[in-house]
């Protein structure tokens, strides 16, 4: 199992970036993923959610009406489509799933599968 997270970068603020995140080694269509963030001396927080099920994504509310979660399961790929960025998003951005669950009911710990993560700054 593999989770390669891509498209960070230096974005000024009102800025966009999409972040991809590639699986392998198991079938995509059948779980849930979930983007994750950690800034500098913060906690891990979980910044959205999609279903397996539906398509029907999740968001933490600071991030809502600016962030999209997407997912191509033919290209075993996830996105985290960023708009209007903030200087509060800067963070290390990770792509994360359980490999048991359908819905967002359930958020991965640290002992599930998580890409190696993508920084993100949003800096003028």
């Known amino acids: 199992v593999q989770l390669q997270a891509s498209g960070g970068g230096l974005v000024q603020p009102g800025g966009s970036l999409r972040l991809s995140c590639q699986t392998s080694?198991?079938?995509?269509?059948?779980?849930?993923m979930f983007w994750f963030r950690q800034a500098p001396g913060r906690e891990r927080e979980e910044v959205a959610c999609?279903?397996?099920?539906?398509?029907?994504?999740d968001y933490v509310d600071s991030v809502k009406g600016r962030f999209t979660m997407s997912r191509d399961d033919a290209k075993n790929t996830v996105y985290l489509q960023m708009n209007s960025l903030k200087r509060e998003d800067t963070a290390v951005y990770f792509c994360?799933?359980?490999?048991?669950?359908?819905?967002?009911?359930?958020?991965?710990?640290?002992?599930?599968?998580w890409g190696q993560g993508t920084q993100v700054t949003v800096s003028s």
């Open positions: 999609i279903s397996s099920k539906d398509g029907s994504a």
């Open positions: 080694g198991f079938t995509l269509a059948y779980y849930s």
């Open positions: 994360a799933t359980d490999l048991l669950h359908r819905d967002c009911s359930v958020v991965p710990t640290g002992g599930d599968y």
